[in-house]
């Protein structure tokens, strides 16, 4: 290892290690018929039904984050993220669903979505996907079962892809108003600081951590920037269940 790499960020690190992960997401074609304007509109609502199912479980991940934080401005910080940033996230996606209500799909009728039913089984109108029940248990369980870091870097992702995946696409949008509303809330200088601010805690604590704990938050970071990958991938796919 040279001296540069061997001083460089924790998450140099974990990006380093997981680009050709985000080199294949932006080669998937949900990202490519986003960015064109030809994915279909059935694919994109299945995305934004699925990712309001996740957003519930991703809070819940990032609390418990906030309450093993170390400090209390990072404690108040991470909370924020799980209740206010989410919350923005899950109105856009109520415009989103208002705007793509003619595609039949079950989850996007008009008024509250999936997101508003309640937890009982077979009260909610549309169940995760199994690529969104795996995503969100691995979550839960790390951020429960492991070290703060290890948390962290494991919701990580969701916050890091998007915002690099907002500020690449900016420049070239969408000739779809729809998608190009899309890519302009990930490229908003407003979330770029939230996942900077993200990044600058996981390298802070990942700078005092040991070898074993920065090897094990390096694999969640990987696994759940796969995630990321297979997310889009079933949504592409409209992926159910298959029996």
């Not at 039904?49 to 209390?72: F, G, H, I, M, N």
């Not at 899309?182 to 951590?209: C, K, M, S």
Request: proline residues 9%; glycine residues 6%.
């Amino acid at each position: 290892m040279t001296p540069e790499a061997a001083t460089a960020p924790f998450t140099a690190h974990l990006w380093a290690s997981t680009e050709p992960l985000y080199q294949a997401i932006l080669r998937h074609p949900f990202l490519t018929g986003l960015t064109d304007g030809t994915l279909p509109r059935a694919a994109f609502a299945q995305f934004v039904v699925q990712d309001s199912l996740y957003l519930r479980d991703y809070a819940r991940a990032l609390a418990v984050c906030a309450a093993k934080a170390p400090t209390e401005a990072d404690v108040r910080a991470l909370a924020t993220d799980a209740a206010e940033a989410v919350a923005a996230e899950q109105a856009m996606h109520a415009d989103f669903r208002n705007a793509l209500a003619g595609t039949g799909h079950p989850g996007l009728r008009p008024g509250p979505g999936p997101e508003d039913a309640p937890d009982a089984g077979s009260a909610r109108p549309v169940p995760p996907a199994p690529t969104t029940l795996a995503y969100t248990s691995y979550l839960l369980a790390t951020v429960y079962g492991d070290s703060f870091l290890a948390g962290l870097a494991a919701v990580l992702p969701c916050y890091w892809v998007y915002a690099r995946l907002g500020a690449e696409l900016l420049a070239a949008s969408s000739p779809d108003p729809l998608y190009a509303r899309w890519i302009a809330a990930y490229g908003d200088p407003a979330f770029q600081a939230v996942a900077q601010r993200v990044i600058a805690l996981t390298d802070r604590v990942g700078a005092e951590a040991s070898p074993a704990e920065r090897s094990r938050a390096a694999r969640h970071f990987a696994v759940t920037t796969r995630y990321e990958w297979m997310f889009w991938d079933a949504a592409w796919r409209a992926e159910t269940w298959p029996v």
